[in-house]
């Protein structure tokens, strides 16, 4: 898939965009020459509200990289079609791995 030929000065929050064999979630609005495919109304990037909430004891009492970022590259991510109801319901919810094992 190609980039845009020109660039859209800014994307939301959220944005599932995708350039060739690319895929990105894009955590806060930004610049972008990525084609736009969707949005999620996750918090993908769990900032001060939500990433205090899990310490690695190992290190200096900051948060764990798991409680700040859910997923990792490689990843499968799954995206599911919602209505604006469900938009709302989850707006700024936490990103919650799910591990199918």
Known sequence: IPRLATPRLRVP???VSVAG?????G?????????QIGRTPLDILRTDSHAGTGTDPDTDGHPDLDTVVPYRPGDRVRFLPIDEAGYADLLGAAMVPRHDG
């Open 13 to 15: 929050p959220g944005a």
């Open 21 to 25: 064999r690319q895929a990105v979630i």
């Open 27 to 35: 955590p806060v609005a930004a610049p972008s020459g990525w084609r």
